[in-house]
């Protein structure tokens, strides 16, 4: 049964077993704890970003803004930590609840409002990008070293990055699935009318989970903060693709209902260290983007191939 | 659910009224009129042919746009598409090929963009959300990889300068491509069947499969399109700003739709026209010169453009309550 609650995850668990069997032929010298650590620093943001989607693709939605807050929670957290402890947590806590209120305000349109999902966000990325600009605008800041060591260090071989996520999954993601709440999610991207019909109030599970991604989201951006210890308000624009191929390359459907957090994070891991193994495999860097743009494409062609098997051409059309 | 137009049975008003093509014109109407109230230079010719010029890019992209959007699909490859096309073609001509081959490879290179988008939307069936959104990734790759990061300095040839910036008897030659562009996606949205394949597959597309229209074809076709106007409007903005520079398609992602969807077509597709985009895409030059005469910086611009595009979605895009 749990084989199967997780088969979807398949593809990406796999795809990251293998890429890292490849990174360590390639490479021997990432099994060193620097190595390990350097590894799970690069993924983990995206990984969150991809939480921060897949809490949306399960209702049914998509996020394009899902980047913008990153670069938005990013800019924000960089330019008033300052140096002072105290204040430093305070920042932490205000960008956190600074994410909340942009996924909150993409809730609100959506499920409120009625406009589409797609519509919404893209509207959402140019304003929360604009916002981040006028807070940050040009990149730079100042970023407590105790604060980017504390989340991007290891302990030997474990890397407080992989702790930091597992600890966002394990307090935050993991109890808000198992709620009433995350029941709801799953329920309205599934079928919103029999959620409807069974007493779910489809409005208000959207609002929430759009709020959600936005602590999720929240979440990458300071992570990256450590990761980068600078701020960039546009740092963010290619996680909103980025985590939208991990989601689905993780095996959740967009259109909704289903998906786990073990596939999209898996999937961004993969997204994320294919760079670096194109580095080590000796690709020039020039042609990062368009190797990473064709391994994109590439991977999402893959992950539906199965639909060219299909027989009943009708079936793949009516979802 | 694909209904775009309110029930509004109880009101004595006539139903045409609330269609969004309707409430986007009366829109465009009253916004010119308060911009030429505030100041009165709005009203000028000069500015009324500056604008058009300028929404001629914008209504070029939209034609695309419009016809991938009432598929019930959207084309997020323009921005880099457009750009490649431009580049493309000032590199050809760089390299002293003829004006109208460097014209013809832009153009198929967009096209061809398109029917690859097609490719992944209509076969792999990957949401073309994400296809898209992809593939502009690898057009930007394979620009800067073309490019060397480098854009090409070259001087644009006078046809393609007069594409972008010229006129003729007064009125902007892009002004003309938009009026020939916008003409034949209104004679191919309301007189062809392959118009009336796009809004079929926009609203139920298992019953234009069964009624024998492969419609994975018909996806080839609005993509493709999109991916040639984009090209077109590439090629026009390389004429219009005398360079092509690398950043020359990102103001190209959200405006357009935003034109599309302003202009009353359904985002889920289905219903909707090209006659809507045409008054989308002025209300959207209309309100980015608004915003730059009352010289808010770039930031604010994006805050201030994202928020009025919810607001005027909240006023007529919203979805029936009863279909969900």
């Given at each position: 049964m749990i084989v199967e609650r997780y088969y979807s995850s398949l593809t990406a668990v796999i795809g990251l077993i293998l890429l890292v069997v490849l990174f360590v032929y390639i490479q021997p010298m990432i099994l060193s704890p620097f190595g390990v650590t350097l590894s799970a620093n690069q993924g983990t943001a995206l990984a969150l970003a991809a939480l921060a989607q897949l809490i949306v693709v399960l209702t049914g939605g998509v996020d394009l803004s899902v980047g913008a807050i990153v670069g938005l929670t990013n800019a924000i957290a960089a330019t008033y930590m300052g140096t002072h402890p105290g204040i430093a947590a305070a920042v932490l806590i205000g960008t956190l609840a600074a994410g909340t209120l942009a996924g909150f305000v993409n809730g609100l349109v959506v499920a409120y409002g009625r406009i589409q999902p797609i519509i919404v966000t893209l509207a959402t990325l140019y304003i929360f990008t604009g916002i981040g600009l006028v807070i940050r605008p040009q990149p730079g800041g100042l970023v407590p070293g105790g604060f980017a060591d504390a989340l991007t260090r290891s302990w030997g071989y474990l890397p407080h990055a992989l702790v930091f996520l597992l600890a966002v999954v394990g307090l935050a993601w993991v109890p808000l699935m198992r709620s009433r709440l995350g029941r709801a999610i799953q329920a309205i991207g599934d079928n919103r009318n029999g959620a409807h019909v069974s007493g779910i109030s489809v409005a208000r599970t959207e609002l929430w989970a759009y709020t959600a991604g936005g602590f999720f989201a929240a979440c990458a951006g300071i992570f990256l903060t450590a990761q980068t210890t600078s701020g960039d308000a546009t740092i963010g624009a290619s996680y909103t693709l980025n985590s939208v191929a991990a989601v689905v390359f993780g095996g959740a459907v967009l259109g909704g209902g289903r998906g786990v957090a073990l596939g999209p994070i898996c999937g961004a891991y993969f997204l994320s260290l294919l760079i670096s193994v194109l580095f080590a495999g000796g690709v020039s860097p020039f042609y990062q983007n368009l190797l990473l743009g064709a391994i994109l494409v590439i991977v999402l062609a893959v992950a539906n191939s199965w639909r060219l098997r299909t027989r009943h051409w009708l079936r793949v059309m009516s979802n | 659910m694909n209904t775009a137009t309110p029930a509004r049975q109880r009101t004595a008003l006539p139903a045409w009224l609330f269609q969004g093509v309707t409430v986007s014109y009366i829109l465009l109407v009253v916004l010119f009129a308060i911009a030429a109230a505030i100041n009165p230079h709005y009203a000028s010719w000069d500015n009324i042919r500056n604008l058009l010029q300028i929404g001629a890019f914008i209504g070029v992209i939209a034609v695309g746009q419009t016809l991938v959007i009432i598929t019930g699909q959207i084309d997020l490859s323009v921005p880099w598409n457009l750009t490649f096309s431009a580049i493309l073609m000032a590199t050809l001509c760089s390299h002293g090929y003829s004006t109208a081959t460097a014209v013809a490879a832009a153009l198929a290179s967009g096209t061809l963009v398109g029917m690859f988008n097609s490719i992944g939307t209509a076969i792999f069936r990957i949401h073309s959300l994400v296809w898209t959104l992809g593939v502009n990734a690898l057009m930007q790759g394979a620009t800067l990889v073309y490019t060397h990061a480098q854009p090409p300095r070259v001087d644009v040839p006078p046809i393609v300068r007069a594409l972008g910036s010229g006129s003729?008897?007064?009125?902007?030659?892009?002004?003309?491509?938009?009026?020939?562009?916008?003409?034949?996606?209104?004679?191919?949205?309301?007189?062809?069947?392959?118009?009336?394949?796009?809004?079929?597959?926009?609203?139920?597309?298992?019953?234009?499969?069964?009624?024998?229209?492969?419609?994975?074809?018909?996806?080839?076709?609005?993509?493709?399109?999109?991916?040639?106007?984009?090209?077109?409007?590439?090629?026009?903005?390389?004429?219009?700003?005398?360079?092509?520079?690398?950043?020359?398609?990102?103001?190209?992602?959200?405006?357009?739709?935003?034109?599309?969807?302003?202009?009353?077509?359904?985002?889920?597709?289905?219903?909707?026209?090209?006659?809507?985009?045409?008054?989308?895409?002025?209300?959207?030059?209309?309100?980015?010169?608004?915003?730059?005469?009352?010289?808010?910086?770039?930031?604010?611009?994006?805050?201030?453009?994202?928020?009025?595009?919810?607001?005027l979605l909240l006023l007529y895009g919203r979805q029936k309550l009863a279909a969900r």
């Open positions: - | 003729l008897y007064g009125i902007p030659v892009p002004l003309l491509v938009w009026i020939a562009a916008g003409a034949v996606a209104l004679v191919i949205l309301h007189k062809t069947s392959f118009g009336r394949y796009l809004y079929a597959i926009g609203n139920n597309e298992s019953a234009l499969f069964l009624s024998g229209v492969d419609s994975r074809k018909v996806y080839l076709g609005a993509f493709a399109t999109s991916g040639f106007c984009a090209a077109l409007a590439g090629i026009m903005l390389t004429g219009y700003s005398s360079q092509t520079y690398l950043g020359m398609g990102s103001d190209y992602l959200l405006v357009p739709i935003a034109a599309v969807i302003i202009g009353g077509t359904n985002i889920m597709g289905g219903s909707g026209g090209y006659l809507g985009s045409i008054s989308g895409a002025l209300i959207v030059v209309l309100l980015q010169s608004v915003l730059s005469i009352v010289q808010i910086q770039e930031a604010g611009k994006d805050i201030v453009f994202g928020t009025i595009i919810i607001l």
